[in-house]
C-alpha cells in the first residue's frame, strides 16, 4: 500500500474485529500511510473466503488468529506498530505478550480474560448467544439488524448497508472466548498484563455499547502507566469508518508520533 518509510516509521499492522476483513481498515490504512507508515492490513484466517466459509471457521480459536498474526509479524526486521479494532484489539494484547511491539492503538477493544463486563447491555448479549444453539462450533453468519443498531449506528443509512453487505461470517469459537470468557476453561484471550511492555493507546466512544467505555478503560488500567486511555465524544463501536473518523486516525497518529520520539519501547519498558 505504501513504499518503505524511513527508519523512523515502523510498519504498522491493522488487525480488523469480527465479521470484517482487511477492508475494514480502508480509511485508517490511507490516514497512517500519508503519515509515511507502511500498513498492512490483512484478513484474518477464513476472513476472505466471503459468505461461505469452510465449516473450520467455526472451530478457530483466538490463538489460531494469534498464531498467523506472529507468524507475520516475525518476518519483519524492526518491531511494528499494532492498530487493533474490537476483536482485533484484543488480538493485538494478545500479540504484545508473545513478540516485540513498538505500540499498541487499541479502537474499542474488546477486552482479555478476567476482565469483568461493565453494563447489562454485554451480561444479556453474551447470554442471548446461547439462544443459538451451540454457537460456539460453527460459523456465526452476521445480523443487519444487530450491525446496524450496535456498531454501524452512526453511518447514514445508505452507507450502512454497503458497509455491511461487506461482512462475513465470524467464528462461533472465537466469539464464545471473547464473549463467554468465564466458560473457558482454555483461557484462549488471556493477557498477562506485565507481560504488554510496549506503551498502549485505548479509544472509546461514549455511544459504544458493544464495548463501552467502563469496559475500555478497565483494559487500560490493566497496563498501568504504560497505557494511555481517551473517551471519545459522539463515537460509536465503528469509529475507524464512522463520521469523524479522520480525528480519530489524526489523534492516534499524533501519540503514535510523540511516543516513538520518546523512544518508548518493548525495552525500555522492561526497565521502567
Not at 237 to 250: Q, R, S, Y
Request: hydrophobic share 45%; charged share 20%; net charge negative.
Amino acid at each position: 500500500m505504501a513504499a518503505r518509510p524511513p527508519a523512523s516509521h515502523p510498519n504498522v499492522v491493522m488487525i480488523h474485529g469480527a465479521f470484517c476483513g482487511g477492508w475494514a481498515f480502508e480509511h485508517f490504512a490511507h490516514a497512517f500511510a500519508a503519515a509515511g507508515h507502511a500498513v498492512l492490513t490483512p484478513d484474518l484466517r477464513y476472513h476472505d473466503c466471503g459468505t461461505r466459509p469452510p465449516a473450520a471457521l467455526g472451530t478457530t480459536s483466538m490463538a489460531d488468529y494469534a498464531e498467523d498474526l506472529e507468524a507475520l509479524i516475525a518476518g519483519f526486521e524492526r518491531p511494528p506498530v499494532l492498530v487493533g479494532h474490537s476483536m482485533g484489539g484484543l488480538l493485538a494484547q494478545m500479540l504484545a505478550t508473545r513478540c516485540e511491539i513498538a505500540a499498541l492503538v487499541l479502537l474499542s477493544p474488546s477486552a482479555p480474560w478476567g476482565v469483568l463486563p461493565s453494563t447489562m447491555f454485554e451480561v444479556a448479549s453474551a447470554g442471548a448467544m446461547f439462544l443459538t444453539g451451540s454457537f460456539w462450533c460453527k460459523p456465526i453468519a452476521p445480523n443487519y439488524d444487530i450491525a446496524a443498531s450496535n456498531a454501524l449506528n452512526l453511518l447514514p443509512p445508505e452507507e450502512r448497508r454497503r458497509v455491511f453487505e461487506r461482512f462475513v461470517p465470524e467464528s462461533g469459537l472465537a466469539t464464545f472466548e471473547i464473549m463467554n470468557w468465564a466458560l473457558d476453561t482454555r483461557r484462549a484471550t488471556f493477557v498477562g498484563a506485565d507481560d504488554v511492555r510496549c506503551p498502549v493507546l485505548c479509544f472509546s466512544g461514549t455511544e459504544d455499547y458493544v464495548n463501552p467505555p467502563p469496559t475500555v478503560r478497565r483494559v487500560a488500567g490493566r497496563y498501568r502507566e504504560r497505557a494511555t486511555y481517551h473517551e471519545l465524544n459522539g463515537h460509536s463501536h465503528w469509529m475507524i469508518g464512522e463520521p469523524g473518523w479522520e480525528g480519530v486516525a489524526a489523534r492516534a497518529l499524533a501519540w503514535l508520533d510523540e511516543t516513538l520520539a520518546e523512544g518508548y519501547g518493548p525495552a525500555q519498558a522492561a526497565a521502567d
